[in-house]
């Protein structure tokens, strides 16, 4: 989640928003401004055996909301990398990259997401503490929802030719 500094990290002073919709020093001596640019995210679409996906619940979220394997880069990493290290670290599956699904915005958490399709063999799954379930649902069955990665899951579905029906956050 993004936050607005409250006070300059350069130079202490106040931060206001501006109507250029930035956060900037009020100082007359600094010019600092927050950016804020987005953080990007790995997300994995990781296709288990033939035409099912895993789809995770983080222990932190609601009951109910299944989601992508994601993860962040490590300083220096290339999201090819990370997204494959992810998979191992969260489910302990090696991964096989099969292809970019795209790019998307997640607003609410100020992220970019990079999506990929990953396939795994049908070994047998660990989770990562930070995760608390999983389920494997059949391509055919899979509902998307109203966020990046669940528009990036809609879009990898499309190439195989299913169009899933949207699960909408309740
Ligand atoms: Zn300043």
Redesign the pocket.
């Known amino acids: 989640m993004s936050t607005s500094f409250t006070y300059?990290p350069?130079?202490k002073?106040d931060m206001a928003m501006a109507p250029d919709g930035y956060n900037h020093?009020q100082?007359d001596s600094?010019s600092?401004i927050q950016y804020d640019n987005p953080t990007p995210v790995v997300a994995a679409i990781v296709e288990y055996g033939e035409d099912q996906v895993i789809l995770a619940h983080n222990a932190a979220w609601p009951p109910g909301w299944y989601g992508l394997i994601t993860g962040f880069l490590e300083k220096g990493e290339h999201p090819d990398e990370c997204v494959l290290r992810e998979v191992k670290e969260e489910l302990n599956l090696d991964g096989e990259l099969m292809s970019m699904v795209g790019m998307y915005t997640f607003k609410r958490m100020n992220q970019l997401i990079i999506a990929y399709h990953i396939k795994t063999k049908q070994d047998p799954i660990t989770l990562d503490p930070e995760l608390d379930d999983y389920k494997i649902v059949p391509f055919s069955k899979v509902k998307y929802w109203p966020a990046g990665t669940g528009y990036a899951l809609r879009d990898f579905l499309l190439t195989r030719g299913i169009e899933a029906e949207m699960r909408p956050f309740s």
């Open positions: 300059c350069k130079c002073s020093c100082s600094c600092y």
